[in-house]
């Protein structure tokens, strides 16, 4: 087992995808942060607060996960000043594996002793995007494809504000 990792992304919402990236991650590290990244300037479909409660409750199983907000600050500067040497990426296709081939060569500029570790998640997995989710929500019958998509925590706040259009706070 090696070092601490940190696992980013805006988890916008997190998908089953993210949870394999997690629970992957917990075995292959020591310590595993998983980093919401929130940017001022991008619009999310869920509110911080939110991702990073649906984040708790996932990684709560986990005794070596600690799930925290990046804001404003670049990944591998973060890595830094946590001492995470490592920072694990998925990649599901040719696309992901185009940007975040570009990404490690970005962070190893920024940080030359971070280390980028890419996995691809299985098959199942691959195609599901936090974009594709919000995509399937709405028509009639979209409950029983979420999901089998998003994590239980997430789907039944995702049902929640389909029902009531509103949120629940995390």
Request: proline share 6%; net charge negative; with cysteine.
């Given at each position: ?11 916008d ?38 991702r ?27 890595a ?72 239980k ?18």
């Amino acid at each position: 087992m090696s070092e601490s990792a940190v696992y980013a992304g805006s988890f916008d919402p997190p998908t089953n995808g993210h949870v394999w990236m997690i629970e992957q991650g917990a075995l292959l590290f020591k310590k595993l942060i998983v980093a919401v990244a929130h940017n001022p300037e991008k619009a999310y479909t869920y509110p911080l607060e939110q991702r990073e409660h649906w984040l708790h409750e996932i990684c709560k199983a986990h005794d070596n996960v600690e799930v925290t907000v990046i804001e404003n600050e670049f990944l591998a500067h973060y890595a830094a000043r946590v001492n995470a040497r490592f920072v694990i990426r998925g990649i599901r296709n040719e696309v992901d594996y185009q940007y975040e081939r570009a990404m490690r060569y970005v962070n190893s500029d920024l940080n030359p002793q971070l280390t980028t570790a890419f996995m691809m998640p299985p098959r199942e997995l691959c195609e599901i995007s936090s974009s594709f989710v919000k995509g399937m929500i709405g028509p009639d019958g979209w409950e029983p494809v979420v999901e089998n998509y998003v994590p239980k925590c997430v789907f039944k706040d995702l049902r929640h504000e389909a029902e009531t259009g509103e949120m629940l706070d995390g």
